[in-house]
């Protein structure tokens, strides 16, 4: 073979090797959606109110694009290691997040993140919202926030709050209790909302805040108290439930929300597909009932 005909195959095996590296690493965003199966990962134990609204997702979600679509819990750290493994994952749409006000809170938090919450993460919707609830265990003193306040005021520091973590919209709402009631009970955080609701029930934390989905089949069944809730009205699955507001702290008002988010994804076509369908599943009086039962509300903003 001629010196200028193996420089002829020398470049013609560069130009392959160059087109198989290009292949190999082509961006998530050039692969085909939507993909053969969907993971929406949940940053918290299974049983929560993120994992139960997860789930809703993860079924009309699968339904809508034809495709399995699985829950999977990461829980630790107060979200961050669920978030971690999104963050690190292709932006193709095979894997999501659905967290709730933890992840923006944790960057205030955190001295260091695994991750850049602003950059890492593309928000494809705000999926639902739903007001904290004060509750008790069934044989907690206080039958009323006033008589709550009352006690914990003659004992300062005695008495404990349970959340389903730092820095969560629960564990904001009993920080705000404190300050605006005038009280000093002690925060206790756990990896999610339902090892703290059991905690609860086996009596061994006396108060707790929590969204509506954890609280309602434990009240329903009498296994715990509900004294206020934490919007300024009332909750349409708990109507004889007063606000926090009614109930002597004026003008207390918190709410948590739930977001579905992808690894960033640079408005690439999974990204805009998912965004699609998010707007059209939230849209549907199907999930707006499928919500109510559980007493929270969707919330249809998409494309954040």
């Known amino acids: 073979m001629t010196w200028i005909a193996k420089m002829k195959m020398f470049r013609l095996a560069i130009g392959l090797a160059l087109l198989s590296l290009t292949v190999s690493l082509a961006p998530a965003s050039a692969q085909q959606f939507p ?3 969907i ?16 789930r809703f997702i993860a079924q009309y979600l699968g339904e809508k694009l034809g495709v399995s679509t699985i829950v999977e819990n990461r829980a630790g750290a107060s979200g961050t290691i669920g978030s971690e493994m999104v963050a690190k994952s292709p932006a193709d749409g095979s894997v999501l997040l659905i967290t709730a006000t933890h992840h923006v809170i944790n960057p205030s938090l955190f001295r260091k993140l695994p991750y850049d919450t602003e950059t890492a993460f593309s928000p494809v919707a705000v999926v639902a919202s739903a ?3 004060l509750v008790v265990s069934k044989d907690f003193p206080a039958k009323n926030v006033a008589e709550l306040i009352a006690m914990a ?9 349970g959340s389903s973590g730092i820095g969560g919209a629960n564990h904001l709402s009993g920080e705000l209790f404190k300050q605006m009631a005038g009280v000093d009970i002690v925060h206790i955080p756990y990896k999610g909302a339902a090892p703290a609701m059991n905690d609860l029930l086996g009596g061994h934390i006396p108060i707790m805040f929590d969204t509506l989905p954890t609280v309602l089949p434990a009240a329903s069944a009498g296994n715990i ?3 206020a809730v934490t919007s300024m009205t009332r909750a349409a699955s708990l ?11 004026k003008g207390f008002e918190a709410t948590a929300w739930f977001g579905l988010y992808m690894p960033a994804a640079n408005g690439n ?3 805009t597909r998912l965004v699609e369908v998010m707007k059209e599943i939230l849209a549907t009086p199907a999930i707006a009932e499928k919500f ?13």
Request: charge should be positive; hydrophobic fraction near 40%; include cysteine.
């Open 35 to 37: 993909p053969s199966q």
């Open 39 to 54: 993971k929406i990962v949940v940053p918290f134990p299974a049983g929560g109110t993120t994992d139960i609204l997860a």
């Open 131 to 133: 007001p904290n609830a």
């Open 153 to 161: 005021k003659k004992d300062p520091g005695k008495l404990s709050f």
């Open 225 to 227: 108290r509900v004294l």
């Open 239 to 249: 109507p004889d439930v007063p606000t926090l507001d009614e109930a002597g702290v």
């Open 269 to 271: 076509a999974a990204y």
């Open 292 to 304: 109510a039962t559980q007493g929270v509300a969707p919330r249809q903003i998409v494309g954040c």
